[in-house]
């Protein structure tokens, strides 16, 4: 008669690295301001209409290193003109590890945005405000969508890595 208490299967999970995301650092790449029509732009009125842009981009590096970049841009528009124009690309080193390589690309275009984004909103909301605006507070962002969207558009042009 044997008994087991599953000893080996328990050694193999204990041996086996958990998968890892580390942030090893992150900063702003790029930022700009405009404030083209100042001191006129501040005594608008009217309500502006605001646009803002968000991409998102990888690039790996050493080992199992990535640099991702959130790009943001916005603008302010009133029927006077362009009350005030923002361009940040705000990145961060990601350390990656034991990730099963179909899950590289959301935990990257994913993921790694998303844990950024909170430090960009802020740059962008202080930046405005030192622009002589109030703060522009960003929505949260649906980075699951934007990657959908980047992979239908990857897709259509024959481009795409395979869907996970």
Do not use: H, W
Not at 10 to 33: G, R
Not at 96 to 110: D, H
Not at 131 to 153: I, Q
């Amino acid at each position: 008669m044997s008994t087991t208490n599953g000893g080996d299967n328990k050694a193999a999970q204990q041996t086996a690295a958990p998968p890892a995301l580390n942030v090893v650092a992150q900063y702003i790449k790029d930022l700009s301001f405009e404030n083209p029509n100042a001191p006129n732009s501040l005594n608008v009125g009217q309500q502006p209409q605001i646009a803002v842009q968000i991409n998102v981009n990888a690039k790996p590096l050493q080992g199992t290193d990535v640099e991702v970049e959130l790009k943001l841009e916005g603008k302010a528009e009133t029927a006077a003109g362009l009350m005030f124009g923002i361009e940040l690309v705000y990145a961060g080193i990601f350390r990656i590890q034991n990730v099963p390589p179909e899950a590289m690309n959301p935990i990257v275009l994913i993921e790694c945005p998303r844990l950024l984004f909170p430090f960009a909103r802020e740059i962008i909301a202080s930046t405005v405000r030192n622009g002589g605006f109030p703060p522009l507070l960003l929505d949260p962002v649906d980075f699951v969508g934007l990657y959908r969207k980047r992979l239908a558009e990857m897709q259509a042009a024959g481009t795409a890595p395979p869907q996970t």
